[in-house]
């Protein structure tokens, strides 16, 4: 699988459960993916995705300021979904 398709399918999974800003789902629910940290690290620093860090757990969202990005990514890596996400 390539990393970005793995970064479209992340970025779809926080899309398909509303996480945007302040919305945040922990990162223990994305153990799947086989490059977690690198998607982390290189979509916070595009700023794509806000970290939460909390006493007990880190959680993730998608930025709203870049949603226009985010969605014209995952359609690029992820076809299938054009005109899916919200």
Aim: glycine letters at 4%; charged letters at 30%.
């Amino acid at each position: 699988m390539s990393f970005d398709l793995e970064k479209a399918q992340g970025m779809f999974k926080l899309t398909r459960k509303n996480n945007w800003n302040a919305c945040y789902d922990r990162l223990e629910h994305f153990k799947r993916f086989e490059n977690l940290k690198s998607i982390i690290k290189e979509l916070s620093n595009i700023n794509w995705i806000i970290i939460h860090k909390k006493p007990n757990f880190i959680g993730i969202s998608l930025n709203t300021k870049f949603k226009k990005e985010v969605v014209e990514f995952i359609e690029k890596h992820m076809p299938h979904l054009k005109g899916v996400i919200q």
